[in-house]
């Protein structure tokens, strides 16, 4: 009897360390995965600045081609107005000047 008792007692003990190890182990385990929940959380956080950094980036140089574009056509088109323009100032200067020498002959 005395032996049976002694047996339970270190099955008892043996289970105990044994669910004291597992314990640990699962503590272990938990604070391991919440390091790496930590870490892919600041992971996203980076990956997430990085995103809005070239989304930015790339809206910055879509806008500026975009500018130089319209930079472009005003360009063209007052080069464009100002060769009309003096065109038409000639044209308007020589009929003046024609009617102006009809005027001093009659």
Do not use: P
Not at 22 to 39: I, P, S, V
Not at 51 to 80: F, H
Request: hydrophobic residues 35%; glycine residues 2%; aromatic residues 2%.
């Amino acid at each position: 009897m005395d032996q049976t008792i002694r047996k339970i007692l270190e099955l008892d003990a043996a289970t105990e360390e044994k669910l004291g190890a597992a314990e640990q182990k699962c503590r272990d385990q938990l604070t391991e995965a919440r390091k790496q929940a930590a870490a892919i959380k600041q992971a996203q956080k980076h990956q997430t600045r990085d995103t809005i950094i070239e989304m930015e980036e790339q809206m910055r140089t879509e806008t500026e081609q975009k500018i130089a574009e319209m930079r472009g056509k005003y360009d063209r088109r007052a080069d464009s107005m100002t060769k009309q323009f003096a065109a038409q100032h000639d044209a308007l200067l020589e009929t003046l000047f024609q009617e102006t020498l009809r005027e001093a002959e009659a």
